[in-house]
């Protein structure tokens, strides 16, 4: 086990055997990927490079990481690239920061179906933005966004969700001016919260009319009228739950704002407090109770099973850009409304010393040099290499 702080890769290594034999009949292919990833992250078993600085000349070999988007080793590196990229799409307005999300009673019918119903999720929630927004009873604008789906809770139970930064207005129907939102909220919740449950419902529907849903386990009776009509009854009863916070920040603060969301994997390493005779304990954030900070203890294989139900399907993109910033016209976009706000320049994102010098790869041991790639080590070499340096 690490010798510095507890990692999510040793609670996997030590209880692999246990797990496998309790749950891995349940596994998809692509949650056993990310289990051996996570595994074999900054190991020999990744590979390795040996790395040179240009000024020192400090030779260094360095285990490969695995990349995987699900592996909490991998995401703060990730995080900054995409925040020096993204810096180039804010606009020098207010943003508002919404969250759609998923009634519990929709959880069975994620977890089987979880491909389907995060898609119509993303779907829906867009279109209940951009309806209101362009209402001329509400702010009567195009407006253009970001959604990133969150699948977990404080507690690692399924609780899908998508948090959306919004600019706190958007271009009129003409594109000849920009139409500010209230400084006091961007757009009503209850009526955003009506319209969402409604398309989605809409789209549910269609799905189950067509044969797409997956109605195995224990959404099976579901394949029954009567069955799945009372569950749209019982839905549509519901208030569904939407957030927004006010309008707030200026480009710089919202962009590392969301930057605390759009690369978070169901639980960081640095959330877990130990791993002791086969049990885990690690914090929570009780929303309920001002935030509080509590301790939480789970049965090590309960842990990892409810690490792996947060596995995206293969290829499923979980942060997408709707509206003005929809890929196709994002550019375009841009251009018109900063030339309307009188700002034509793209900011520029500010990263610390730190993020700074992992993304221009400098040598730690002088701090002016940067590290060249002499050679790359496949898994078999590395691991030969790995051992004689121990061995030595």
Known sequence: ???????????????????????????????????????????????????????????????????????PRCQSSARDRWLTKMARDLLPVPYCHVVFTLPSQLIPLAYENARIIYNLLFQAASEALLTIAGDPK??????????????????????????????AGGLSNDRSRWIHSSKRFFLPVRVLGSRFRNQFLKLLVAAWRTGKLRLTGSVTHLRQPAAFGRLLSQLKRLKWVVYAKRPFGGPEYVLKYLARYTHRVAISSGR??????????????????????????????EFIRRFLQHVLPPGFVKIRHFGLMANPCRKKSLLIV?????????????????????????????????????????????????????SS
């Open 272 to 301: 877990l407090i130990s791993s002791e005779n086969g049990k885990v304990t690690f914090r929570w954030r009780d929303s309920a109770n001002g935030n509080q900070q509590k301790p939480m203890t789970l049965d090590a294989v």
């Open 138 to 167: 509400r702010m009567g604008a195009k407006v253009g966004f970001l959604a990133v789906l969150h699948t977990w809770n404080q507690k690692l139970g399924l609780h899908p969700h998508l948090h959306c930064l919004v600019p």
């Open 338 to 390: 900063r030339a309307l706000l009188g700002s034509g320049a793209e900011p520029e994102i500010t990263l610390s010393t730190e993020q700074r010098a992992a993304l221009d790869r400098r040598c730690t041991a002088c701090g002016a040099g940067r590290l060249i790639v002499l050679g790359w080590l496949p898994p078999s070499l590395a691991i030969l290499v790995y051992s004689g340096v121990n």
């Open 1 to 71: 086990m690490s010798s510095l702080r507890l990692e999510v890769a040793d609670i996997f290594r030590q209880h692999e055997q246990e797990f496998f034999a309790r749950c891995g009949s349940t596994l998809t292919a692509q949650q056993r990927r990310v289990y051996r990833d996570i595994c074999d992250c900054r190991t020999a078993a990744c590979g390795a490079r040996v790395e040179q600085c240009d000024q020192c000349s400090e030779r260094t070999l360095c285990f490969n990481s695995c990349g995987n988007r699900h592996c």
